[in-house]
C-alpha cells in the first residue's frame, strides 16, 4: 500500500523552500498525525541536530514514522557537494550525507541527496567520476545499514548533471552504484519529463520514493499536474512506498497540509 508523508525543516537557512512545515517538530508531528498522514520527511542541519531518543518517542506517541532524511543542509550551511572539484570538500560532503544515512537508519528511513549531489564544472566527464565514486562509497554504506540510498534527479535550473529519471537510471546502471535508487519528484518531473506516468513505468525498478507536488511546487491540486495518471501508474508498478509532500506551504502550512491529505485520499485510497 502507498503510505502518505509530508515535510518538515528544522534549518532556518532553508525556511523559504519547499516544506510544509518548517520550525516546531513536536507540533508537526501531532498535526500530521492528527490529518492522518503516515509519515514525516524530515530536514534537519546535521545528523546531531535532533535527539533520536526523544524523536522516537514523540513518533510513537502518535502512532508516526519517519519516511526520509534530506540532506540539503549539507549544501545550504555547509557548501558541500559530490561533484566539488576540491577532493576534501568531496570527502566532507560524503562524511556529512553518511551521517545523515546513519541517524536515518535509526529510524528505518533512507537518506535523500538532491542538491548535495551538485554540478558539473568544465570537465563534465571528471565530474561523473567523482560523482560515481562517491555514490559507490555511500551506496555499500547503504547496503550495510539495510536501506537505500536515495538519488534524486533535479530540474535544469539547480542541476547540470541529471534531470531525468532515465538518465539517472542509466549512469547509475552503467556505474554498476549497488544500494542507490531514485527518487521520482513530480515537480521537477513537470518540467523535465516528457510524460509523468510513462517515466515512471519505464524507470518503475529504480523507484524508492516520491515527492507530492503540484506543477506551481504547492500542494497537489493547486496546480495543474494531470494526477489521475501519475497515480495509477505508481499502482500499476506496484510502488508501496511514500509519497511525500514537499510543496511550499501555501496559502499557509495548514492549509497545504489539508489539501495534501485531500489529494492523497482521492488518488491513492479509493
Known amino acids: 500500500m ?8 528544522l534549518v532556518p537557512e532553508i525556511k523559504q523552500g519547499p516544506w510544509i512545515y518548517w520550525h516546531d517538530l513536536k507540533t508537526a508531528i501531532q498535526q500530521a498525525a492528527e490529518l492522518g498522514f503516515d509519515a514525516l520527511e524530515l530536514f534537519t542541519a546535521s545528523a546531531q541536530a535532533v535527539d533520536a531518543s526523544e524523536l522516537k518517542d514523540c513518533l510513537a506517541a502518535h502512532s508516526m514514522r519517519i519516511s526520509a532524511v534530506g540532506t540539503g543542509a549539507g549544501k545550504v550551511i555547509h557548501g558541500l557537494t559530490l561533484t566539488d572539484a576540491d577532493p576534501e570538500i568531496r570527502q566532507k560532503a560524503i562524511r556529512f550525507i ?11 528511513a ?9 554540478n558539473a564544472g568544465m570537465d563534465r566527464a571528471a565530474s561523473l567520476r567523482d560523482l ?10 547503504a547496503i550495510s545499514l539495510g536501506l537505500d540510498l536515495i538519488y ?24 554498476e552504484i549497488a544500494g542507490v535508487g531514485l527518487l521520482a519528484d513530480l515537480f521537477h518531473m513537470n518540467i523535465e519529463e516528457e510524460e509523468l506516468a510513462a517515466s515512471i513505468r519505464k524507470n518503475a525498478r529504480w523507484i524508492r520514493h516520491v515527492h507530492f507536488a503540484d506543477s506551481n511546487r504547492r500542494a497537489i491540486g ?6 489521475n495518471s501519475v497515480a495509477k501508474a505508481l499502482q500499476d508498478i506496484g510502488y508501496t512506498g511514500y509519497v511525500s509532500a514537499e510543496a511550499f506551504p501555501w ?5 497545504a497540509a489539508a489539501q495534501t491529505i485531500q489529494a492523497f485520499n482521492h488518488y491513492f485510497t479509493r
Open 251 to 255: 496559502p499557509d502550512s495548514d492549509a
Open 98 to 108: 553518511a551521517d545523515m544515512m546513519r541517524f536515518g537508519a535509526q529510524f528505518e
Open 110 to 118: 533512507p537518506a535523500i541527496i538532491g542538491s548535495m549531489q551538485g
Open 152 to 175: 534524486e534527479p533535479l530540474n535544469r535550473y539547480e542541476t547540470n548533471l541529471f534531470n531525468r529519471l532515465e538518465d539517472a537510471a542509466a549512469f547509475l546502471e552503467a556505474e
Open 222 to 227: 493547486f496546480g495543474h499536474t494531470e494526477m
Open 132 to 141: 560515481a565514486a562517491s555514490l559507490k562509497e555511500l551506496g555499500a554504506l
Open 2 to 9: 502507498i503510505k502518505s508523508s509530508v515535510t518538515l525543516a
